[in-house]
């Protein structure tokens, strides 16, 4: 899942492994200058692909998703990055729609 950053970086969000379907909580943000580079993000709390997310007031907002390799374990709690702090913060609520929002891309 991709996001573009406050400050026009670019970052990939989880996903999978594309081997053995193993779910990734890694994030990298792509830097597109002189010299283009990936920059490593914080992890988030969740291994989780197939979400949705949107960027807004400077934080990264992503819920549901898979959380496992059999895309059968439906995440529910949703986290946040907050670009100035540098770091995830899982949100006190779930969502209560049981069928996710998996695959929804960027579209929360």
Not at 51 to 59: G, L, N, T
Request: charged letters at 20%; glycine letters at 14%; hydrophobic letters at 40%.
């Amino acid at each position: 899942l991709t996001a573009r950053l406050s400050d026009g970086r670019f970052a990939v969000l989880g996903g999978d492994d594309g081997i053995g379907g193993e779910c990734l909580s890694s994030c990298e943000a792509l830097v597109v200058d002189h010299d283009d580079h990936w920059e490593a993000l914080p992890s988030m709390h969740m291994a989780r692909s197939n979400s949705a997310c949107a960027a807004v007031a400077k934080c990264v907002l992503i819920a549901s998703g898979y959380g496992g390799c059999d895309y059968g374990d439906l995440l529910r709690p949703a986290e946040v990055f907050d670009e100035v702090l540098g770091h995830w913060l899982q949100l006190p609520c779930v969502l209560l729609y049981d069928g996710g929002l998996c695959g929804m891309g960027s579209a929360l």
